[in-house]
C-alpha cells in the first residue's frame, strides 16, 4: 500500500505538495481513514499491513507535518511502513520538486525535519502479539503494549535514537497491564537496541507493557 495526502483532493498538492494548514488538518485525517481501511482489508484476507510509500516530500515544516499524521496513524493502526525515498534518483513520478524527496541535502547533510520525523522509537521484534503503540515527538515517551507468548525464545527488540532522543538518558520500565514489574527478564542494552526477554512460559493472558522515559 502507499499513502500520499496528494490523493486526499485534487487541490492538496497543486504546489508540489501539501501547504502547512493540510498537512496538520486534512492529510493527518485522510492517512487515518487510509490505514483504518488498509487494517480491516488486511484482516479480511490474512495478511499483515506494510505501507511502502509515503512522504515523498520536501525539507519544509509541512513535509514534517504530513510525516507525523501518517506515523501516528501507522501507530494506531499497528502498521509497518518505509518513507519513500531514502535519496534523490530522479524520480519522474512524483509531485515535489526535484531532487527533494530523499532526506539528504545536496551536500550530504541529513535533513533535519525528516530525521526527527523518521527517528522514531519503536520495537522491531515482539515476544508474542502487538496491541497498542504510541511515541510522542514532542517529548519522546514511548508506549507499547503486546500479548506475551511464551513459545517464543527470542527476545523483543526495541530500537531508539539516543543521541537525537533521549541524550539526557532514559527510564525503561516493563511491567504488566496493571503496572506491576516483570522481574522475569533478561535484558541487554546494544547501541541504539535493547534486547529483552520475557520468561514465563505458561502465562497466556499475560500483557507486557513497555515504556520508554527520556531524564
Known amino acids: 500500500s502507499i499513502s500520499y495526502c496528494c490523493a486526499a483532493d485534487q487541490n492538496v498538492c497543486k504546489d508540489g ?7 496538520t488538518g486534512n492529510c493527518a485525517e485522510f492517512h487515518d481513514r487510509k490505514l483504518k481501511k488498509n487494517k480491516q482489508q488486511a484482516k479480511d484476507i490474512g495478511v499483515p499491513v506494510i505501507v ?37 534518483f530522479h524520480d519522474h513520478t512524483t509531485t515535489a520538486a526535484e531532487n527533494q524527496e530523499g532526506i539528504f541535502n545536496p551536500d550530504g547533510t541529513l535533513q ?10 519503536y ?34 527488540v ?8 533521549y541524550n539526557n ?29 520475557v520468561n514465563r512460559d505458561k502465562d497466556e493472558n499475560l500483557v507486557v507493557k513497555i515504556t520508554l522515559t527520556p531524564f
Open 112 to 121: 533535519s525535519f525528516k530525521e526527527k520525523a523518521l527517528s522514531r522509537t
Open 52 to 88: 511502502t510509500e509515503f512522504g515523498a516530500c520536501s525539507s519544509s515544516e509541512a513535509c514534517y507535518y504530513e510525516m507525523l499524521g501518517f506515523e501516528k496513524a501507522a501507530d494506531k493502526y499497528l502498521s509497518s511502513w518505509a518513507y519513500w525515498m531514502y535519496k534523490a
Open 17 to 23: 505538495e501539501p501547504t502547512l494548514k493540510d498537512a
Open 169 to 197: 538518558g532514559y527510564k525503561l520500565e516493563i511491567t504488566d497491564d496493571k503496572g506491576n514489574k516483570i522481574e522475569e527478564v533478561e535484558l541487554e542494552e546494544k547501541g541504539n537496541y535493547i534486547y529483552f526477554k
Open 158 to 165: 526495541l530500537y531508539l535514537n539516543k543521541e537525537l532522543n
Open 123 to 156: 520495537i522491531q521484534y515482539y515476544q508474542g502479539e502487538p496491541l497498542e503503540v504510541f511515541f510522542n515527538d514532542e517529548t519522546s515517551e514511548f508506549l507499547a503494549r503486546f500479548k506475551y507468548d511464551g513459545s517464543i525464545e527470542e527476545p523483543s
